[in-house]
């Protein structure tokens, strides 16, 4: 197993070399001046000059590749010219927002997604699989930001007054505050290093720091603004989940293991948990991994509307303000992501299934 | 050849005579026949096909129907204000006042005719960046497929890492490089779908290539490029069929996204993401202008997706040996 977790380490460096080398490309892309296009037109010849000779942009391209990719390496992703800060500093303060909201989707659409897809699979060709399949194919025909719009539209105005009624943007209801768990603890934090880094990062995680510091009040506040953003993502990854489920689960349910397990008297509920689902999960972890993308892309689209202040957000302010810096170090960044995810995946997969080790 | 024939209608008699005594009999029918039929006999396909059929027909007579001209400023034309609510006479509305049945947009322009113009350009960005991916695509993943080896290897491995980043995001980079407008949105999406059509073909030419009427072709003297793309690939079509229906719909998404974002189509082009952007402030005042575009596009992608999925089981043979489901 060992050697093929290596193996499989090994063949990721080539695609993240390649990533690299496209993103890289990307940006001698931009037409025009390079140092103007990422300064801004006013930027000076001086600051130009200076600008050229720290990023030897002046060198030959594949000297300019291995600074670019040293650079990367060392975690300098760069500075966004609109906001006058590095992009690492960006992504610490960003990603908590994102994240946060990318797991309540996942959450979300795995919680529904996979029990649909059993429902629709034992009773297949019934009016519940007949309507799951339905909502299935519109969910994922929908566009994530119309969703988003059209679910603030119905829950903030519609439902207004109602117990249904939701918040439709922030993360917090105006003059909260949930004070950092270290904090709270009495922790004596020095002023910077990995560990601050790590608890300001997970503190700034609405859930996780008012379960962490235990006041229901604020988890709840949290919890409903999180729900209409992550409903919003996680429909389509739900709708492909429930789809693949129910495929999946016929496929197992014909198998001849399951009927033998039927045949000595066992009950079908146990069957269909214990012994189909098992086998019936392991294409799904694939699909989920893969969502993530889905998941990150519906981040961009859905912060705006709902006014969150995550990574999406910034790379639609980024967009928008032709910040080309910040577009393409985050793409770098949620690309790696990706990459290693899939990695995760693969790997999880020799846990999961005995098979794969053995290929 | 005429003897067949001869011999074919010769038959038919005998066919009626089983048949009237209740065996089956089954007739020659062709690949596409079937396919046909059994894409009929799956409700959610025709529900698609009539869908996309209508879209087609709005599409081609939106200059008829529309009853205004989508990007026509009314101030001053007619009695309406901005972000007017829906007026249909049918449903109440009073008959002195203009009928504009999706109401008025944020520019005082007719929101019915935009959306119907929309639908002409929505079909026309799904249709060309999935043939311009198809074409570059299938070029690449046949080559890497026939030839393998090196050639193989770094086309495959550059697709790899095309597939490396998540689909929308490589086409936001790509666009915010580019420019925004919707050439280079349709230009990014199709760059950022070409990975898909190359794994699709080169997995099929891997198994037809060493198929028997293959051998006989390379027997007969033809050359690799006759081989490939005059024997292989018309008969690796059919993957790339269901790739390509799929594909259309999450270009159209893509696409809507895009111009939401302000990068695609520009103002005033009358296409949907591009309209819902711009009116995505006023959801909670003016939802109609949110609803319609947003809903068209749902019902244009779903379109596809319920035809892709027909398509994909009418074409799949291992469906039709466990008795057509």
Not at chain 2, 159 to 174: E, G
Request: glycine share 8%.
């Amino acid at each position: 197993m060992t050697t093929y977790i290596l193996r499989r380490l090994l063949t990721s460096i080539p695609v993240l070399l390649g990533i690299l080398f496209v993103t890289f490309a990307l940006a001698r892309l931009i037409p025009g001046d390079p140092c103007r296009a990422i300064l801004g037109e006013k930027a000076t010849d001086v600051i130009c000059d200076e600008f050229i000779r720290r990023h030897g942009l002046d060198k030959p391209i594949p000297t300019q590749f291995i600074i670019y990719v040293t650079e990367i390496l060392h975690g300098d992703l760069g500075t966004s010219i609109r906001l006058g800060k590095p992009v690492t500093e960006l992504l610490v303060e960003r990603l908590p927002t994102t994240l946060e909201l990318s797991l309540a989707a996942m959450i979300f659409s795995i919680l529904i997604g996979i029990p649909l897809g059993i429902i629709s699979a034992v009773r297949h060709n019934s009016a519940i699989d007949v309507g799951t399949m339905v909502l299935a194919n519109v969910g994922v025909s929908m566009p994530v930001f119309w969703l988003g719009l059209m679910l603030a539209y119905i829950f903030a105005l519609v439902l207004k007054g109602t117990p249904l009624q939701l918040p439709p943007s922030g993360r917090l209801s105006p003059g909260l505050m949930i004070p950092p768990f270290y904090d709270v603890w009495g922790w004596q934090l020095g002023k910077e290093g990995l560990i601050k880094s790590l608890f300001v990062f997970i503190s700034q995680m609405n859930v996780i720091n008012s379960l962490l510091i235990w006041r229901m009040d604020l988890l709840w506040d949290a919890l409903k603004h999180l729900i209409l953003p992550a409903v919003a993502v996680g429909t389509i990854p739900l709708a492909i989940i429930a789809r693949m489920t129910r495929s999946s689960m016929l496929d197992v349910l014909g198998q001849d293991y399951v009927r033998a397990a039927r045949a000595k008297g066992l009950p079908r509920g146990m069957v269909v948990i214990k012994h189909a689902l098992r086998n019936a999960l392991l294409p799904l972890v694939t699909i989920i991994g893969l969502s993530f993308g889905a998941f990150l892309g519906g981040a961009v689209l859905t912060e705006t509307i709902f006014g969150l202040s995550g990574v999406g957000r910034i790379m639609y302010d980024s967009i928008t303000a032709r910040d080309y810096g910040v577009v393409q170090s985050f793409t770098v960044v949620i690309a790696v992501f990706f990459v290693i995810l899939n990695l995760i995946v693969d790997i999880s997969y020799t846990f999961l299934d005995p098979r794969v080790r053995l290929d | 050849m005429a003897a067949l024939k001869e011999e074919s209608i010769e038959k038919r008699p005998k066919v009626a005579r089983l048949e009237a005594e209740g065996l089956r009999t089954s007739e020659s029918i062709s690949f596409w026949g079937t396919v046909w039929r059994r894409l009929f006999r799956r409700k959610s396909a025709v529900v698609g096909l009539w869908i996309l059929a209508f879209l087609v027909l709005i599409a081609l007579t939106a200059d008829w129907i529309a009853p205004y001209d989508p990007v026509q400023v009314l101030i001053g034309v007619e009695p309406v204000k901005m972000r007017q609510k829906p007026c249909i006479h049918l449903l109440g509305c009073p008959e002195d006042q203009p009928q504009h049945i999706m109401g008025i947009d944020g520019n005082v322009r007719d929101q019915f005719s935009r959306i119907l113009y929309g639908a002409r350009l929505s079909l026309l960005v799904g249709l060309s960046t999935v043939t311009f991916a198809i074409i570059i695509g299938t070029f690449l993943g046949a080559i890497a497929g026939y030839l393998g080896g090196v050639v193989d290897n770094v086309i495959m491995r550059f697709m790899d890492v095309l597939l490396a980043f998540p689909s929308l995001l490589l086409a936001i980079a790509i666009v915010t490089i580019l420019g925004p407008g919707l050439i280079n949105a349709l230009l990014a999406i199709a760059i950022v779908s070409i990975p898909t059509y190359a794994r699709v073909t080169r997995a099929t030419v891997l198994s037809v290539r060493e198929m028997d009427f293959v051998e006989a072709s390379r027997a007969m003297g033809g050359g690799w490029g006759y081989i490939l793309f005059g024997r292989i690939l018309p008969n690796s079509l059919t993957p790339l069929i269901v790739t390509g229906t799929l594909g259309i719909a999450t270009a159209i998404l893509d696409a809507a996204a895009l111009s939401f974002l302000g990068l695609g189509a520009q103002p005033p082009t009358p296409e949907w993401g591009t309209m819902l952007g711009a009116e995505r402030n006023q959801v909670f005042t003016a939802p109609h202008l949110v609803f319609f575009p947003g809903f068209a596009i749902m019902l244009t992608v779903l379109a596809f997706n319920l035809l892709g999925d027909g398509l994909r089981d009418a074409l799949d043979p291992r469906l039709a040996q466990r008795g057509e489901e």
